[in-house]
């Protein structure tokens, strides 16, 4: 009698054993293939050790100072189409990017909420939420048919302020409007070298009266007569994945 | 024969459990076809006629673009345009059922968000954007946004039937 309940009993915690050996296999799904490898560049996979998802929208990675844009960590760039553009094909991956297309100054001092850092923020809760060592702006370019150049003005002028009273550490660089192509220029009454110009030499003054710098990168994008080359760009405004390189190196060599 | 009777419930029970064992989301895969999304993509990319010109952007951007995380996919391959206009090409690769839900919603924001963004600022990208190319191909999702809709359907489903 006593044998059969002990027997019984041993019975009863083997399959114990196995029903939680299966129970084990089914939370943790152990799998016993290798699992697709995703594309994901190496550099992130070893920056995230802990358990983080390998995908993190909008928050920079570190870079080794002699990286090539090492000289972007802990900046933003603030802009429009142009600065998308950027963000997707410079290669800079260790910034914060809060830009959109149709952007302009006006929507931003507005406190116009775009998707920035996985969340839908304004840029003072951008600002507020980080500390950056660099700033970049770069606007114009959708402005560029305003009747009032001065308001352009103003309201960039606005959010200079707003980024030194939130960033006062902060070096902020305008960056110049960059040029079109030369048929581009030619054919289209807001978007030529002209007005692109005497919107620059405006910048240049609002640089100068807030004390910061004005950056202009476009040397190595532009041909003999100031233009943007013409194999840089597909409708003669935005760079393509190449010269958005280009960019991106001499804007870190100049600045 | 309680010995038998045990014996028959822990059998039992043991079957029962083994189904939860996997998600495999091979029931929502396609004819069991694996295609390589990288491939898939640049074959796309290759000989769909786009307007733009048309690179492929980090896996990291590409994922940010479509709201997804690292867990929402296998992999990911995703061709953008200058900005100039709202051509797109993105692949992505998926295993389980909660998978392809994922990737469907993220497909559907990034839609919406390029519509938003192209009302005020390119308003004749729009008759793209509002019927773009989405298939489902074997382990892969499709999100084409081009032009001639159907052009790139014949190129998606001549890579597919030569695979």
């Not at chain 1, 998802?53 to 189409?81: H, M, W």
């Not at chain 1, 048929?183 to 005497?198: A, C, F, G, L, P």
């Not at chain 2, 924001?109 to 308003?123: A, I, S, W």
Request: charged share 25%.
């Amino acid at each position: 009698m006593m044998n059969k309940k002990k027997k019984s009993l041993i019975m009863a915690m083997t399959a114990i054993f196995f029903i939680a050996v299966i129970a084990i296999f089914v939370v943790y799904d152990f799998k016993t293939e290798d699992k697709p490898v995703s594309n994901i560049p190496e550099q992130d996979v070893q920056t995230n050790n802990e358990a983080k998802p390998l995908a993190q929208p909008d928050l920079p990675v570190p870079l080794d100072t002699d990286e090539e844009y090492a000289v972007f960590k802990n900046s933003l760039f603030i802009g429009d189409s142009r600065t998308e553009g950027f963000k997707l094909y410079s290669g800079v991956n260790n910034a914060i990017f809060f830009c959109a297309k149709s952007m302009t100054v006006d929507k931003i001092v507005s406190g116009e909420k775009i998707k920035a850092q996985g969340a839908e923020q304004s840029i003072y809760e951008v600002l507020d939420g980080n500390s950056f060592e660099k700033v970049y702006i770069g606007f114009g370019l959708n402005e560029l048919g305003w009747v009032h150049i001065e308001n352009f003005i103003s309201e960039y002028g606005a959010l200079i302020d707003a980024v030194k009273t939130s960033q006062p550490d902060a070096q902020i660089y305008i960056q110049a409007l960059l040029p079109v192509t030369k048929e581009r220029s030619s054919r289209d009454r807001t978007n030529n070298n002209e007005q692109i110009y005497w919107y620059n030499t405006n910048l240049v003054k609002l640089a100068q009266s807030k004390d910061v710098v004005y950056v202009n990168a476009s040397e190595p994008l532009v041909d003999e007569s100031g233009a943007l080359k013409p194999d840089s760009t597909t409708d003669g405004i935005h760079l393509n994945s190449k010269y958005c390189k280009i960019w991106a190196k001499y804007l870190a060599e100049i600045s | 024969m309680r010995k038998k009777l045990f014996l028959y419930i822990i059998a039992i029970i043991i079957m029962a459990t083994m189904p939860a064992c996997t998600d495999s989301g091979e029931k929502t895969i396609q004819n069991g076809q694996i295609f390589d999304s990288e491939e898939l993509a640049m074959h796309l990319a290759q000989n769909i006629t786009f307007k733009d010109t048309m690179d492929k952007i980090d896996d990291l951007l590409a994922a940010e673009l479509y709201n997804l995380d690292s867990e929402s996919f296998e992999t990911v391959e995703v061709y953008a345009s200058t900005g100039a206009t709202a051509e797109e090409i993105a692949v992505f690769s998926a295993v389980t059922d909660e998978q392809f839900d994922k990737i469907a919603e993220g497909i559907n924001d990034r839609t919406e968000n390029q519509r938003d963004g192209f009302t005020n600022y390119v308003p004749g990208e729009l008759t793209k954007l509002q019927d773009p190319l989405v298939r489902q191909v074997g382990n892969c999702i499709v999100f084409v946004v081009c032009d001639d809709k159907a052009q790139a359907e014949s190129v998606l489903e001549d890579y597919v039937s030569k695979e």
